[in-house]
């Protein structure tokens, strides 16, 4: 078996006194998309935050277990978070470019963690602008706002910034779930594209986005994990009845 | 129903406070430029072909009270006139003459001599007046200062600048970096709340205060021990152990830090939180996101804070009467010789100059419409300070607008 680009061994997460992770295990292939569904507050998105660390952002919190990234133990090898944060780059729920140009904000983290000629960060910028398809539609823009392109070409900038500092893996924290149907299925095909080349974890609470773009997909319930699959698996034949009802529709 | 008529009491006290500020803000400036236009010329001739020219200030059926301008007055009383000139200018010793059977004489405290004279009203119009105009207008602003305090406000207008400038020198980098300390790094302990505290109580201490504390602390011991480590060769005569530049402007800087502190930090504050999230999930550090994010991210916010300190530096004068401004400064604050800025030397201060000219004895109506027309510059001076950072904020807002 290869080696997980990514895996948890009884993650949990604390918030205060409020128990929300608890004894996650979850291997994450290199090059194919996970996708995490469940409930809204199940835990999702703390547990995608717990991978590359900003649950240190929330004052309460106390994050337990194992992170592994490429089989090394991140808290144990005391890799320090910022470089963490590099290989393991994160997407938001909602686009947040940077108050800036379309330019600046991809060259954002070459800027901090390479010194590249300008010749080098052009080349770079295009290449993962490029990427994700959005090239023809700002190369005439670089210089202009990134708050002026559209919530779609929005999206697709800040993936765009986040593949710029070459991670190994990707989280996406509902990358679609502010955008029209159309940029949605744009981003879905982008993600497609990208598990070529990275490891893609997906948190969604469209249960028909999971099975169109994920291979594995876990199912998260009350801070647990009840079940993870091959997509296909699990959603033609769940094993667990809360599984079932979920994702036929009965809650959520 | 109480309620109801005190809300309705409050407001209308309000509006009446707003219309009682339009109306000094329009009486300075109509005053103010009252002032700036010069009064009409009149030119007083000598039976022998001799004339002397002045300003009209005050016109009467028998009196005429004038300004005497020096220059065409007889060689022989040059000397003389030389000194009038002088006491002239104040009205009360202005030059009164007597109509007598339509000729005019000159009393003899003001030239010296009695004689006959007949006036004139040449060039009241035209060109002329343009020029008559420049020409007060000129003695109004760089006409070199004199020891009485007198002549131009130039010397005051630059001390000022100067002295306001280097107030925002000192203070927003200081506030900046305490706003950031509270706002980033410190979080909500006892401590960072009595800090919190201090500084919003430092709002409410008299600014005459602040300039006993800069005259106690500043002047006379840490003025004191750099006369003694730095310029001990000057000795006695002080060197930082007197009110000066450097002195004012921190006092002012402490003055205003409250403002700043707590602009910058609300400032800091609102910056959105996925703003800072985005750029550490790029793998910056906390003080990379600070430097890179935040700072930029609030710059509006902490042009307002420059625009309050620099409005309310300019507005003070009590405190730096205790460390430094002084009604006549021989030399200006700065110079085209190294060290260029010259710290330790007292200044003149516009503020001050209204104070001197509004409350002078000597001055009467004529000082008090100089006292309008120096308010009236120091307006423009904080408009002008400030108009600079509104409109970069105004450009900076346009491209920030979407992040409130």
Not at chain 1, 42 to 49: A, D, N, Y
Not at chain 1, 123 to 134: D, S
Not at chain 2, 232 to 245: D, V
């Amino acid at each position: 078996m290869t080696q997980p680009a990514l895996q948890t061994i009884g993650l949990g997460l604390n918030v205060g006194k409020r128990v929300v992770l608890a004894d996650v295990s979850l291997a994450f292939p290199p090059r194919s998309v996970t996708a995490i569904i469940g409930p809204s507050g199940c835990g999702k998105t703390s547990f995608l935050r717990c991978l590359n660390r900003l649950t240190e952002l929330w004052p309460d919190a106390r994050q337990h277990g194992q992170v592994l990234l490429n089989g090394v133990d991140v808290e144990r090898s005391a890799l320090p978070y910022p470089e963490l944060r590099r290989r393991v780059g994160m997407v938001f729920q909602r686009p947040n470019p940077f108050p800036g140009t379309v330019f600046d904000n991809v060259a954002y983290g070459l800027r901090l963690h390479r010194r590249l000629t300008r010749g080098e960060l052009n080349e770079r910028v295009e290449e993962v602008i490029n990427t994700v398809g959005l090239w023809d539609e700002v190369r005439d823009r670089l210089d202009d706002d990134a708050q002026a392109l559209s919530l779609g070409q929005q999206q697709r900038l800040v993936i765009a910034r986040a593949l710029a500092v070459e991670p190994e893996v990707l989280l996406l924290d509902e990358p679609a779930s502010a955008l029209d149907p159309i940029s949605t299925l744009r981003i879905e095909s982008l993600i497609a594209e990208l598990k070529t080349r990275y490891s893609l974890i997906l948190v969604t609470h469209n249960v028909q986005q999971a099975a169109r773009v994920a291979d594995y997909t876990a199912f998260l319930y009350g801070g647990q994990l009840l079940e993870h699959a091959e997509s296909m698996r699990l959603f033609t034949t769940p094993q667990r009845q809360e599984t079932e009802d979920y994702i036929t529709g009965r809650y959520g | 129903m109480i309620l109801r008529g005190l809300e309705r009491l409050a407001g209308s006290a309000l509006i009446l406070l707003l219309g009682a500020f339009a109306l000094i803000f329009v009486a300075i400036v109509y005053q103010g430029i009252a002032a700036l236009i010069p009064p009409p010329l009149v030119v007083l001739s000598l039976d022998d072909g001799e004339a002397v020219s002045g300003l009209l200030l005050r016109e009467t059926d028998t009196n005429l009270e004038l300004l005497l301008e020096i220059r065409a007055a007889k060689p022989e009383w040059r000397s003389i006139n030389r000194q009038r000139i002088i006491a002239s200018e104040r009205p009360s010793q202005a030059c009164i003459l007597n109509a007598s059977d339509g000729r005019m004489r000159l009393q003899t405290h003001c030239v010296g001599s009695t004689s006959e004279w007949s006036i004139s009203y040449p060039n009241s119009g035209g060109t002329a007046a343009l020029a008559r105009w420049w020409q007060a207008a000129k003695d109004f602003l760089i006409a070199p200062v004199r020891p009485d305090g007198q002549g131009g406000i130039g010397s005051a207008l630059v001390s000022t600048m100067v002295l306001v400038l280097l107030m925002t020198l000192l203070v927003v980098p200081f506030g900046i970096g305490v706003a950031l300390y509270l706002a980033e790094y410190a979080g909500d302990t006892g401590l960072t709340r009595a800090i919190r505290l201090t500084v919003a109580n430092l709002a409410a201490v008299p600014p005459v205060v602040f300039g006993l504390f800069g005259l106690g602390l500043l002047v006379h011991v840490f003025g004191s021990q750099i006369d003694q480590w730095l310029f001990s060769e000057r000795l006695p005569s002080p060197t930082f152990a007197t009110g000066g530049l450097l002195w004012a402007s921190v006092v002012l800087a402490l003055l205003t830090l409250p403002v700043v502190v707590v602009a910058c930090e609300q400032g800091f504050r609102r910056v959105p939180h996925r703003l800072r999230e985005a750029s550490l999930a790029l793998g910056a550090t906390h003080t990379e996101t600070v430097l890179r994010v935040l700072l930029p991210a609030a710059r509006p916010a902490l042009l307002t804070a420059l625009i309050l300190a620099v409005a309310r530096a300019s507005a003070e004068v009590a405190p730096l009467l205790l460390v430094g401004a002084v009604r006549y400064a021989a030399q200006l604050p700065v110079s085209s010789e190294p060290p260029f800025v010259h710290l330790e030397r007292p200044f003149m201060h516009l503020g001050y100059r209204v104070l001197d000219l509004a409350t002078s004895s000597a001055g009467g109506h004529y000082a008090l419409q100089q006292a309008f027309a120096c308010a009236l510059v120091l307006l423009l001076l904080v408009l002008g300070l400030n108009g600079t950072a509104i409109i970069a904020r105004l450009r900076l807002r346009a491209r920030y607008r979407d992040l409130g």
